[in-house]
């Protein structure tokens, strides 16, 4: 069956430091994928996406992600984190269809 | 102005009651759907629709019926409301089909059944 799978429920972070967020997938072929984010009561905003050439994809808010074909994985990464990054991220594919992983929430400390 | 737009954002109901939740898209997009988000955060398609027809449908309780005006709206009518009908409601829209394509999403509409 496809999925996607988002291993780290939780993820709490110092601020000034870096983030990386594990985003694993499979699927048959290689699907389209996305990072979105959702700040507390908010809707979801597009990080990033990708769907071929350069693997390391740049994004919004000085995110990153890198695909990596042969461990199915799409990580998100950034290397400072700032008080507002704390939210919760979701990866997602597509291939017909959009689906989302269960989500990374992040907290960030002083 | 709002890209994907969706009212009421909040909406507090009892059970056995009916609904229905708006949402309006100013991008020019021929795809809209309905994404639900759980407590626990899930999100997972509902419908999706391509020029006012209905092309996924997630064996959704046939309580909840999407209804497509014109291709720029996609409203949800949820009959006899139920306790686990609590949720966030997505609306989202893309300019063909998900793959290989963004897909925007409105702000959310919070609906608590009490």
């Known amino acids: 069956a496809q999925s996607v799978t988002q291993p780290d429920i939780h993820i709490t972070v110092s601020e000034g430091a870096s983030l990386e967020l594990r985003c694993n997938y499979s699927y048959g072929a290689t699907p389209y994928l996305f990072w979105y984010v959702q700040s507390p009561g908010q809707g979801l905003q597009l990080l990033l996406k990708y769907f071929s050439g350069d693997t390391l994809v740049q994004g919004i808010k000085g995110f990153e992600a890198e695909f990596k074909r042969s461990q199915s994985s799409f990580n998100l990464r950034k290397p400072s984190v700032h008080w507002s990054d704390a939210a919760e991220y979701f990866c997602a594919v597509a291939r017909g269809k959009l689906q989302f992983g269960a989500g990374t929430q992040v907290v960030v400390t002083p | 102005d709002t890209a994907v737009s969706q009212t009421p954002k909040y909406l507090v109901t009892q059970m056995g009651n009916d609904k229905s939740i708006k949402c309006e898209q100013n991008?020019?997009?021929?795809?809209m759907y309905w994404y639900k988000q759980d407590s626990k955060k899930f999100l997972k398609i509902m419908f999706s629709?391509?020029?006012?027809?209905?092309?996924i449908n997630e064996t959704v309780p046939n309580r909840f019926s999407p209804k497509s005006p014109d291709k720029a709206h996609l409203n949800l009518h949820i009959n006899s409301l139920e306790l686990g009908d609590s949720a966030v409601y997505f609306c989202a829209s893309s300019s063909g089909g998900a793959a290989g394509n963004t897909i925007y999403f409105g702000e959310g509409s919070w609906l608590t059944v009490v």
């Open positions: 629709y391509n020029n006012k027809e209905l092309i």
């Open positions: 991008l020019g997009h021929d795809t």
